[in-house]
C-alpha cells in the first residue's frame, strides 16, 4: 500500500514535467495588422480654373485664297462633375481671349494687300464622359457648342467682324494633384463654320470659313 501512493506521486511529477512540451506543439495564435485601404478619389463637384494654350486652324476666302490663323489662348474656366461608379458625367464651360491670326495674298478680294482672318475671343459649352477607374487620373472625351468672333479683312483693308456658333469635340486627361486641385492638358477640334463678308467690307460678298485645332492646358480648383 506504501507503493501507490509513491507511483501517484511520480506519475504526477512526469505530467507535470511533459506539460510544457505537448505545450510547445500546440500552434500559437497569429494576429494580423489590419489593412486600411483609402478611399478612391471622388471627382463629383463644382470647379473654376484657368486656362491657356495654342491654336492652330484654317481660312478660306471662296477660292480667292487661304490661310493658316494660329496664336495662343488664354482663359477662364467653369464646371460641374458627377461621378457614378468609374463614370463621371460632366459639363464645362470656357472663355478665353484669342491672338490667332492669318493672312495671305490671293486672287480677286484677297489681291493687292491680301486677306486677313483674325480670332480674337473664342469659347465652347461642352459635355465631358471620363473613365475614373485609374483613382487619380481621369482621361475623358468631350464636345458640344463652340463660339467666338471671325474678324475679316479683305485687300482693301475695310474690316468685318462677324460672331459666329459652330462646334467642337477633342479628349483630354486630367490628374487630380491635391484635394482640391487638378491639372488637365486636353486637344479640341473646332469648327465655327462660315461667315459672309459684305460688299462694303470686300467689294463682292464673298464666304470665310474659320476652323481651328486647340491644344491647352488647365488648372482647376474644385469647391
Known sequence: MKRLPMTISIGLFVAAMAAPVFAADL????YKTPVYSMPGYNWTGFYAGINGGYGFGSS?????GSSSPKGALVGGTLGYNLQTGSLVWG????????WMKGSNVGTGVC?????????????TARGRIGYAGWDRWLPYFTGGAAFGDVKMTSGT????????????????IEYAVMTNW????EYLYADLGTSSCSIAACGVATDVSFKENLVRVGLNYRF
Open 27 to 30: 500552434s500559437r495564435p497569429v
Open 60 to 64: 478660306n476666302w471662296a477660292g480667292a
Open 91 to 98: 459639363l464645362e464651360g470656357d472663355l478665353d481671349y484669342s
Open 111 to 123: 489681291a493687292g494687300l491680301g486677306c486677313e482672318t483674325r480670332n480674337t475671343w473664342f469659347g
Open 157 to 172: 483693308a475695310v474690316s468685318e467682324s462677324k460672331t459666329r456658333f459652330g462646334w467642337t469635340i477633342g479628349a483630354g
Open 182 to 185: 487638378t491639372a488637365k492638358v
